[in-house]
């Protein structure tokens, strides 16, 4: 009986790591629809989480892709015990060639770039999202010290936790970059996934497919 433990607490270590990509990965298709209903609270609530793909881009990030029947899934989740980050997150559709680019800090936003260059950006209209949500990050007050806005009594939270109606995007392909900004130092470098990605050339960013 112990030997049979042993065995099956290894093939649960196997399943779970399994599930964890390479964070130089290019493209993934998701096959399963494995998700049950997924909370969009920030919290990651493991159970949630079910047959999650799990790309790890930093020693702090992770990068989470999972669907139910009509619903995508895309989850930024820190380690840390106190996260100070929001997420930009962009997606190109390959159909209309149209790149958006969605917004979760203490506010949600979505705008569509129509500069190739990307020098000329839309101007954000908080709250017009539609057919996706994600969690905003809620805080108590905001102090200033000096240039810089710190966060006083962040409740907690472990990163986004986006949803998407599948019937937003023309096909079952999306190309993917997502930017995580520290909201407490606007002068830190992002952490970029795919790491090598460029703002600027959608075709070299994270090919994503699904049911």
């Not at 200033?144 to 995007?169: I, M, R, T």
Request: with cysteine; proline share 3%; charged share 20%.
């Amino acid at each position: 009986m112990k030997r049979l433990k042993v065995a099956l607490s290894l093939l649960l270590v196997f399943s779970i790591c399994s599930l964890v990509q390479s964070q130089h990965a290019t493209a993934t298709k998701l096959i399963y629809e494995d998700s049950g209903e997924i909370l969009i609270d920030g919290k990651f609530a493991g159970y949630e989480w079910n047959g999650t793909l799990v790309f790890e881009v930093s020693d702090e990030f992770s990068i989470l892709l999972n669907q139910s029947k009509n619903f995508l899934f895309i989850g930024v989740r820190s380690s840390e015990a106190h996260p100070t980050h929001f997420t930009e997150l962009f997606i190109m559709d390959p159909l209309t060639e149209l790149t958006h680019n969605f917004h979760a800090s203490f506010h949600l936003g979505e705008r569509i770039i129509t500069d190739p260059s990307w020098e000329t950006l839309p101007n954000w209209h908080w709250g017009n999202n539609s057919g996706w949500t994600a969690n905003v990050i809620k805080f108590d007050t905001m102090v200033q010290d000096g240039d810089a806005l710190q966060a006083n009594k962040v409740y907690p939270y472990q990163g986004q936790e986006f949803q998407f109606l599948k019937s937003k995007f023309t096909g079952k392909r999306i190309l993917i970059r997502v930017e995580i900004r520290d909201f407490t130092n606007e002068d830190a470098k992002a952490i970029t996934f795919p790491i090598t990605s460029d703002r600027k050339d959608a075709y070299g960013w994270f090919e994503l497919s699904f049911k």
